[in-house]
């Protein structure tokens, strides 16, 4: 979702391929042979397989709005141990320790209440590469667990998920786009 972001805030366009990742075709495997997505393969046979790389190579090309600005790295530093929290208490089969794996998630949040209660987004009255770098995963927590940002009562946090998501330019980047198979 980062990834779409940043291509389509950066009129960058790109053959989209969307996959089953139940059913990696061989041809990603061969230019990324991790098997993640997103994988952009640039014209000179470059390949970018991590989403932050993407963003922040598409937005070199061209930042229309000025996302790219001082401060927001540290932000997406911080929102990797808030990541991996959210995908042991997203990936817990067992429901073991539940509550310390959304405890563990707190003080990030925190971090992005606090940020949100000072300004209408992390760095200032313009959103950032910051803001729509971490605001698919606070999305993600959000719909593992609907109830409780209203329960900490992060209502700044709730209302900024909220925009984005109503945005049109989430819609946009949003839209389905039938499944590629090799041959298409």
Known sequence: MRARLALHVSEIEVEHREILLKKKPAEMLAVSPKGTVPVLVLPDGTVIDESIDIMYWALKQNDPEGWLVEGAESWLEQLLAFKTHLDNYKYNPTR????????ACQPFLISVENALKRNDYLLGRAPTVADFGILPFIRQ???????????WDYSK???WLKAFLESTRFAEIMQKVPLWSPGN
């Open 141 to 151: 927590w959000h719909f593992v667990n609907t109830k409780q940002l209203q329960l």
């Open 157 to 159: 946090t709730v209302s």
């Open 96 to 103: 073991e320790n539940v509550e310390a794996k959304l405890t």
